[in-house]
């Protein structure tokens, strides 16, 4: 080893095929700065007496005269200086105190690391985002058919920043102040239906911790209060239809539907009318496995409300019904009503089909309908004219499935009226076939005089 200083002209210098060594001295006990030549480039350490007539280094670093890829000789000193400082004190075994730090170092990083994924997954998983998203999971277990608006709704008028907050965080007057904007947009009744959604979901979170029923995944959100509890409905904006088709209208519907292309959208106007008018959501999920055509049966199920388990409404199906349905099951698909082979078809496509008949039925000379209606409208039309048929009304609900969630229903009414409804559908049938001919002989306004057509 050469007796002068470290310079950088020799760190400068190349291989000469075997290995050189210089030192920068230095005080006796206060180890030395030593830079190495190797073949694959010049590298610093430490060397220091741990204990007498005994040596040992601390590699510092690789040799970089711009120090972009190691470290200068200015840059090395420095760190051998420190070292030396740390050695003078009284730390002999440097390699082992280093060890301890960088280990210390290293427990301390992972810690760290660990706590902030911690904080951002509870962030995460408590967040409005998350809340909303189990309560989506939820509606979808209990097969209820509102879980896509609920998610849509969600997505289109929960912002981004607000769902990224912590649910229980958030203030009654930020969710008002976000239904509001909602108001402002002129979409009263959607805000309207948001601000449900929301309330029903915070109701199920601060519930959820003392149920032992309640879904998991609505657990853990820190949520004991509702903030939505004491914010009134929007009843301004949840305006009662009451259109309902009169003879004439129904008649000329029922033929224009006849005018459509064979195919499920037809078979399905054709059955919602066919059994009495049913939620067009429930109808348009009726699986193969729930057709009995040896008994002339449909079995539907219906999560509408509160139910935790669907209600099981069966139905008897008259010979119309039961040729669709012939029809329908020799696909072999899995969903009866189906326009994709795969999955039930959307509410909304029958209600696309239903306005351009409505738009043609207007356009007609003269028109066939004194104004505008829906799909939704078509039940209310059945039920109308079931009661001008004089059925009572314990059967339009059996046949309808509604209002039969009371007590005595639930547990001491356990009559299926199966055969009522066979006779009643039967009756609906003959009806339908007159109105489709243009023969009527009904009433067709609830409380008014019999009017011959």
Request: charged share 30%; proline share 3%; glycine share 8%.
């Amino acid at each position: 080893m050469a007796a002068s200083g470290i310079t950088v002209a020799w760190l400068r210098g190349t291989h000469r095929g075997h290995d050189e060594w210089k030192s920068d001295g230095g005080a006796r006990g206060s180890g030395r700065l030593i830079a190495r030549r190797r073949a694959g480039g010049v590298f610093f350490s430490f060397r220091y007496a741990p204990k007498k007539d005994e040596e040992d280094a601390v590699a510092i670093g690789e040799f970089s005269e711009t120090g972009r890829n190691g470290l200068t000789l200015a840059q090395a000193r420095a760190a051998a200086g420190e070292l030396a400082k740390l050695y003078r004190s009284g730390v002999r075994d440097l390699r082992a105190h280093l060890e301890r730090e960088r280990a210390t170092a290293d427990r301390a990083r992972v810690a760290a690391e660990a706590a902030e994924r911690a904080a951002a997954e509870r962030a995460q998983r408590g967040s409005l985002g998350q809340l909303m998203g189990a309560y989506v999971e939820h509606l979808k277990a209990l097969n209820k058919p509102s879980w896509r608006d609920t998610a849509n709704i969600v997505k289109n008028h929960v912002s981004a920043a607000l769902a990224a907050r912590a649910a229980a965080e958030i203030s009654a007057e930020e969710l008002v102040e976000a239904i509001g904007r909602v108001v402002s947009k002129g979409a009263g009744r959607t805000a309207g239906k948001l601000r449900s959604v929301l309330r029903r979901a915070y109701h199920l979170a601060a519930s959820a911790k003392l149920d032992p029923t309640a879904p998991a995944a609505l657990r853990g959100f820190g949520i004991s209060t509702n903030p939505l509890a004491s914010i009134p409905a929007l009843a301004q904006f949840n305006r009662v239809r009451d259109r309902h088709l009169s003879a004439p209208e129904l008649g000329a519907f029922l033929r224009r539907i006849e005018g459509l292309a064979e195919g499920a959208q037809k078979d399905a106007l054709r059955m919602l009318l066919l059994l009495g008018g049913q939620r067009v959501a429930q109808l348009l999920r009726i699986e193969r496995n729930a057709v009995d055509l040896d008994s002339g049966t449909v079995l539907l199920l219906d999560s509408k409300g509160k139910r935790s388990q669907p209600r099981r409404h069966l139905l008897p199906l008259v010979r119309e019904a039961k040729e669709i349905l012939e029809r329908r099951l020799a696909s072999g698909e899995r969903f009866i009503f189906s326009t994709d082979g795969v999955h039930p078809m959307r509410p909304e496509t029958l209600s696309g089909v239903v306005k351009e008949v409505v738009g043609e039925m207007l356009a007609a000379d003269p028109p066939e309908a004194r104004e505008a209606f829906q799909l939704r409208d078509l039940r209310r039309t059945c039920e109308t004219m079931l009661a001008s048929l004089k059925v009572n009304s314990d059967v339009r609900a059996q046949i309808q499935s509604h209002g039969l969630s009371g007590v005595q229903q639930r547990h001491y009414n356990m009559h299926d009226y199966l055969l009522e409804k066979r006779q009643t559908l039967e009756k609906w049938a003959r009806h339908l076939d007159k109105l489709k001919r243009g023969e009527t002989a009904v009433v067709t306004e609830i409380g008014s005089r019999r009017q011959k057509h």
